[in-house]
């Protein structure tokens, strides 16, 4: 893919750049992954729109070139800020680590309609409701599936070490039983379970994982 790209998007991170400049990872309805350079964008939020946060939708165009690190923006415009997430500390971190998630499965320069709703459904139920553990878990699934790495509740409970009774709570979340909930112990195990099970898949485990502190209730 290469010229003048324009595409709705969403914010995955951003980082300071230079003075006043930011470099903003996005996943492109059309372009999938990619990096661009903001400029200004720490001093003038009016030209973008509002400010560039992870999580925010919004319409861009730049000058794609494939196989550079960073491409040219020429056009950004906020179109769906986040509100209730930057309030509350639980939905930041649940959403710095979905998205966290999201950037190690987009590939760079290609389109992924089933990812980019994924990341859009995880924004907008965060922005409603405070996340849980054992949403966390249906997320990352959905993430997994998408990459071809299909897992189930045995093999989940077998991965975390976990024992029978927490097994077939995972098995209700499966088939959409939203009373079913991990205690602490196990949704601890789960985190673990998922750390190598990420690794395996991207090779990476997310750093931001170590943010969740998610409470839950036993069922």
């Known amino acids: 893919m290469t010229g003048r790209v324009r595409t709705p998007a969403l914010i995955l991170r951003t980082r300071a750049y230079q003075d006043?400049?930011?470099?903003?990872?996005?996943?492109?309805?059309?372009?999938?992954?990619?990096?661009?350079?903001?400029?200004a964008a720490r001093k003038n939020l009016r030209r973008y729109g509002g400010p560039l946060e992870m999580g925010c939708r919004v319409d861009l165009e730049l000058t794609f070139r494939a196989g550079r690190e960073m491409q040219t923006l020429s056009r950004c415009e906020v179109a769906v800020p986040i509100r209730n997430i930057r309030l509350d500390y639980d939905r930041i971190a649940a959403l710095a680590y979905m998205l966290e998630l999201v950037r190690l499965c987009a590939r760079e320069g290609q389109g992924d309609a089933r990812l980019y709703g994924l990341a859009g459904e995880i924004v907008d139920v965060l922005e409603t409701h405070a996340p849980t553990p054992e949403s966390i878990v249906l997320w990352e699934v959905a993430l997994l599936a998408n990459l071809g790495y299909a897992t189930s509740p045995i093999a989940l409970a077998r991965e975390a070490g976990l024992g029978p009774d927490a097994g077939r709570i995972l098995e209700r979340l499966w088939?959409?039983?939203?009373?079913?909930?991990?205690d602490a112990p196990s949704a601890a195990r789960v985190r673990l379970g998922f750390e190598r099970l990420w690794q395996r898949a991207?090779?990476?485990?997310p750093r931001s994982a170590r943010f969740l502190e998610l409470d839950s209730v036993s069922a």
């Open 20 to 39: 006043d400049d930011l470099i903003v990872d996005f996943l492109g309805q059309t372009t999938g992954r990619v990096s661009a350079v903001a400029r």
């Open 202 to 205: 991207v090779g990476y485990a």
């Open 175 to 182: 088939s959409g039983d939203a009373q079913a909930r991990l």
